[in-house]
């Protein structure tokens, strides 16, 4: 029998194996570029929780567990997934697939150096690289509200967006802000919401917030639900 020449085999091997490494490693860089897209929902910052979790300590942490978000779905805390490379990857690839019922919109990364790059980068954030902080400016309010700027504190809205007055009669509110401006705004199309965190407004000093493609939406921000009710007044007298 002819000796069969096995070095071609090993060098492929060799290659294959070196790809595969390469792939793997994934780059921070690189990944915080890729995380702009989940940082509306994710932020980078320990306890501070938007749409989703704070991703700041994630890495080998058991999933459903970050201290301070109480919006994890049933089939979240239930798992016993730990994050790692394998089950970031899977999660990132197919979230709804990888835990089913998950609450978990985002439909997945299909490119696998990209879903690799993240990863890189969620270790790095987790070691506290301070270079890992870049990412947080594709962060915004309520999912980019205030167009991808970073995260404003209420507390120190100029006057135009301090709420002085809610009027509310027929189909229409009639907010009046501290520059001494009204603006009437169809009942449809303004929105009551809270922020209880150290973003928030102060406790009786609402804040107003435009949103919506012609400008012609807003949000009135409560620092308490209990306020809520208190604010609007009967304009119809």
């Given amino acids: 029998m002819k000796p069969t020449n096995v070095l071609p085999s090993v060098a492929a091997l060799y290659l294959l194996a070196t ?23 994710h932020s980078i910052k320990p306890g501070e929780q938007l749409t989703g979790p704070s991703l700041a300590n994630v890495w080998h942490r058991k999933a459903g567990t970050i201290p301070g978000f109480a919006r994890y779905s ?42 690799q790059d993240v990863i890189a980068y969620l270790k790095s954030v987790s070691e ?9 400016r594709g962060g915004g309010m309520m999912g980019g509200m205030m167009g991808g700027a ?30 001494g401006k009204v603006n009437k705004v169809w009942e449809f199309n ?18 107003i917030v435009g949103a919506g493609m012609q400008g012609d939406r807003a949000s009135v921000v409560f620092a308490q639900p209990s306020e809520i009710s208190s604010f609007v007044k009967n304009a119809c007298g």
């Fill in 190 to 207: 303004l929105r009551f919401k809270t922020d209880s965190s150290n973003f928030g407004p102060q406790p009786g000093k609402p804040v």
């Fill in 19 to 41: 790809s595969v490494a390469a792939l793997a490693a994934g780059d921070p860089s690189r990944g915080a570029n890729v995380f702009q897209a989940c940082a509306a929902c």
């Fill in 128 to 136: 506290g690289n301070p270079s890992a902080a870049a990412a947080q």
């Fill in 74 to 115: 049933d089939a979240m805390k239930k798992t016993n997934i730990v994050w790692n490379e394998a089950t970031l990857d899977r999660w990132l690839t197919n979230p709804g697939a990888f835990i089913p019922g998950t609450s978990m919109t985002f439909p997945g990364l299909s490119d696998p150096k990209a879903r």
């Fill in 150 to 179: 970073a995260r404003p504190d209420m507390k120190q809205a100029p006057p135009e967006g301090q709420v002085v007055s809610i009027g509310h009669c027929g189909d229409t509110y009639t907010v009046k802000t501290a520059d």
